[in-house]
């Protein structure tokens, strides 16, 4: 096992996914905003880098998890981010949640210093991330890809890791579908359960019902217990899913696509932030569409 990865970004999913590939036997080199994270890796045996210039030096691979698009440009093209300390040949991986845009445009200031780029963003929480079981959705070069997927199979299910495309932004692009996806299955829960309450039907009896016919979902198994048990403990942050709606909304735009949907659930999830839901778990706009039908 030759290769050295850096990893940038230790929050509520980065953490977990590091401690994976360390596990893992990959020597590591971390750093993070908070300190706390990085003490917890260094105690298992990593190193803490100074800066993502000094991640960059020391890796051969350099694994971004980082909020947002401005984040990751900052650790990427800051005076002492990763392409300043970036060795010839190493792959950087961004698996956040960004633009598509952003990504195309990063992608080849790493391939102008020697290195190459792959995106490739994740589905399944806080939970997947503790597990490794996330869903790993790649763009960028296949012979970068066919290097980095061992380490990639440390914090993803080998069967959901995949080569979406070799275009920069492949991996971007499909996370957009996935919360575009996601946010049409939860506003038509959330609405269902609504329904079933306001009529005096038992909830939990039509999601029963309802997962043994044709509207059967992971969103309806995971998200309707929740909104049954009113359980908004965050495996994603309403905050976050705001942001990866907003870059959806963005990058349908600059494609002249009409998303309706998106934009409606969009305005759902604003509403929840507006109502102090940022921290709560994206599956609590259901409690907007709640209120809206008078519900407590």
């Known amino acids: 096992m030759s290769d050295i990865v850096g990893f940038i970004g230790l929050g509520v999913m980065g953490k977990p996914m590091a401690k994976h590939v360390q596990a893992k036997g990959y020597p590591l080199v971390v750093s993070s905003r908070s300190r706390p994270p990085i003490d917890e890796l260094v105690a298992l045996g990593a190193r803490a880098g100074a800066s993502p210039a000094d991640v960059a030096r020391s890796s051969t691979i350099v694994i971004t998890m980082l909020p947002d698009t401005p984040d990751v440009e900052r650790v990427l093209e800051g005076p002492d981010g990763v392409i300043a300390g970036l060795q010839r040949g190493a792959i950087v991986i961004d698996m ?117 016919g044709f509207a059967s979902s992971r969103v309806l198994e995971v998200h309707g217990e929740r909104m049954l048990k009113k359980n908004y403990v965050p495996g994603f942050r309403t905050k976050l899913y705001q942001k990866d709606l907003r870059i959806a909304n963005e990058t349908a735009a600059s494609l002249a696509v009409a998303v309706p949907a998106t934009a409606l659930v969009s305005q759902l999830i604003n509403a929840l932030v507006a109502s102090g839901g940022a921290d709560l778990d994206y599956s609590a706009m259901g409690t907007v569409l709640f209120d809206l039908a008078g519900l407590e």
């Open 96 to 212: 956040s949640s960004i633009s598509p845009v952003a990504t195309r445009r990063l992608a080849a200031k790493v391939v102008e210093a020697g290195g190459a780029m792959l995106d490739a963003p994740v589905s399944g929480g806080e939970i997947g991330a503790i597990n490794a079981q996330l869903s790993i959705m790649v763009g960028g070069d296949a012979t970068a890809f066919a290097k980095a997927q061992p380490v990639l199979a440390c914090m993803g299910n080998p069967e959901r890791i995949v080569h979406v495309g070799a275009e920069p932004g492949s991996g971007q692009i499909c996370k957009v579908c996935n919360q575009m996806a996601i946010g049409g299955a939860l506003a038509g829960v959330s609405e269902a359960m609504a329904l079933a309450r306001k009529a005096g039907v038992d909830p939990a009896r039509v999601r029963q019902a309802l997962l043994g």
